[in-house]
């Protein structure tokens, strides 16, 4: 029988984190509130048992979330494997109330509701476009502070605590940002009605519905904004009712928010629900008349400053101010703005296009999403060789979707710079076509690796064979046997370069770089 006893308050992890408040306990994993004793201030600690069968894939979801940067996100800090039998994930500590406990008391003002969800559609829409999804956004996840900042948690290690035992299928890979989408439309119906569609979740209770179809926030609570009511149901609704065009990228719903503003009046134009028995209904829930004394005995406490609507942004003040000047010739203003917008993205075409056939046109699309890039060929890359190869045959394999095959250096001796006898030595990879490169991924073996990433100029035409050409693009010292690299913005290239500069020790004084598999993201 093992004497481990379990972590408490006051036990120190790593020699540098001391446990002092566990937040909560979900799914198997723990969340504690720790203070590092090396830089004094509080963080929080993610942990799951290393024995946990889904320990690893706890950990490479935390590092792969790594690549969203949108400071929405709680910033991943440390990942530390097997600290006392335990996997841990060190995160930035934000003092904040997570969302369900909010709406476990009250729904929030509508501007309040739009901003709250706004602000997590544009964070999620950032981590989408660096292929990352989260697929489990609950309220939970969300948390306001004090200040009325919004922050997301859980990105990547929601899903690495779902269930074991189920295997996603090319579809679940496929549907991943829409589940991102229908979990803003769902965060924001529960903003507005303190229920969430399709069941109970984190202690909110379910969605009523009507033959089969889910009621609209404005028939389950009075007083829901017309601009919200409508933006839930093209999110949510299968189809949206009225005909109107559904919203399905993060972008575009976090757009459509921050434009929706207040009802000038609140008039119920939904039909009357007295006839409906469904005891799921807001509006039927009993009344509670509230005890205790009278007012001014015991004045009531100020309301969180979550609770409070955030102030109007400038554009929003002068939305409000056209409306106002506007009142009355609205249809005159409107088609001035019409036919104002139509000359103008006629002048923009015409720009446009005496542009293109000036400089012949971008090589890549920037609108289009970051996606892995396909490699048409692999070579080897040894330019200060005497026969200017190094084991050829293998290059192929380093984009051959295997990581059990690679491309292998020859073996050096006396040092791990190659035994003195040359900068480095690679593989160039060959995009098949200008290519706007944003990170790469390389597999490795053994460790550690430094490595330095060149890419060939805009007008190399074919596969480089020296350094002549090439610049400098990324470098990584020490490596391990996983290396994600990112690039600086708007690396445009057709030939990509990896090259080892320091080798792994395989013996005695004998050195060997080994390249498993290289993976590519960037825009075509």
């Known amino acids: 029988m093992s004497d481990r006893r379990p972590l408490a308050s006051g036990d120190v992890l790593a020699h540098r984190y001391e446990l002092q408040d566990l937040v909560t306990d979900r799914l198997g994993a723990t ?12 963080v929080g600690i993610e942990m799951l048992s290393s024995n946990d069968p889904r320990a690893g894939h706890f950990l490479s979801a935390a590092r792969e979330s790594t690549a969203v940067t949108d400071p929405r996100f709680l910033r991943v800090l440390d990942l530390i494997e097997d600290e006392q039998n335990h996997h841990l994930v060190v995160r930035e500590w934000a003092r904040a109330f997570p969302l369900d406990q909010l709406l476990l008391q009250s729904s929030l003002p509508n501007r309040r509701a739009a901003t709250v969800v706004a602000e997590v559609a544009e964070a999620l829409a950032h981590a989408h476009e660096h292929g990352v999804y989260h697929r489990r956004l609950t309220p939970h996840h969300v948390l306001l502070k004090q200040s009325g900042a919004v922050r997301v948690v859980g990105l990547g290690v929601a899903t690495a605590l779902a269930p074991v035992g ?19 439309g769902k965060l924001l119906y529960a903003c507005l009605t303190c229920r969430w569609p399709g069941g109970q979740v ?24 017309r601009d919200l009511d409508t933006t839930a149901d093209r999110i949510l609704g299968d189809p949206p009712r009225n005909h109107q ?31 409906v028995s469904s005891p799921d209904l807001l509006r039927l829930d009993p009344v509670i008349v509230p005890e205790g004394p009278p007012p001014g005995l015991e004045p009531p406490r100020r309301r969180p400053k979550a609770y409070e609507p955030a102030p109007p942004t400038t554009f929003e003040r002068g ?3 056209a409306r106002r000047a506007a009142k009355g010739d609205r249809g005159l203003v409107l088609l001035g703005v019409v036919g104002a917008l139509v000359i103008l993205a006629l002048i923009g075409l015409l720009v446009s296009r005496s542009t293109d056939r000036g400089s012949g046109g971008s090589p890549t699309d920037a609108t289009s999403p970051v996606r892995v890039l396909p490699i048409r060929d692999v070579r080897d890359f040894d330019p200060q060789g005497d026969d200017r190869e190094e084991n050829p045959d293998l290059a192929r394999f380093v984009a051959d979707g295997k990581v059990s095959t690679g ?22 990879l060959d995009l098949g076509g200008l290519r706007e490169v944003d990170s790469l991924r390389v597999r490795l073996a ?15 035409q074919q596969l ?15 490596a391990g046997t996983d290396a994600s690299i990112s690039l600086r913005s708007g690396v445009v290239t057709r030939y990509v370069v990896v090259w080892l500069t320091s080798l792994p020790e395989v013996g005695t004084a004998q050195y060997r770089g080994e390249i498993r598999e290289v993976v590519l993201r960037g825009r075509s």
Do not use: M
């Open 31 to 42: 969340t504690w509130r720790a203070h590092d004793q090396t830089l004094n201030r509080n």
């Open 166 to 184: 189920r295997q996603d299928t090319l579809e679940d890979l496929q549907a991943y940002e829409q589940l991102d989408v229908q979990a803003l």
């Open 202 to 225: 984190d202690g909110l209770p379910a969605a009523p519905t009507e033959h089969g179809r889910l009621l609209r926030p404005r028939q389950v609570r009075a007083g829901v904004s």
């Open 245 to 275: 065009t559904p919203l399905r990228k993060a972008a575009v719903i976090a757009r459509t928010l921050r434009l929706s503003g207040e009802d000038e009046d609140l008039v119920d134009d939904q039909p009357s629900l007295l006839g």
């Open 319 to 321: 939305k409000a101010r």
């Open 407 to 428: 491309w292998h250096s020859a073996t050096y001796f006396g040092s791990a710079e190659l035994g003195g006898l040359k900068d480095g030595v690679g593989v160039v």
């Open 446 to 460: 053994g460790g550690p690796t430094d490595i330095a990433v060149y890419a060939a100029d805009g007008d190399v």
């Open 464 to 478: 480089p064979r020296n350094r002549s050409g090439l610049r400098q693009v990324a470098a990584l010292d020490g």
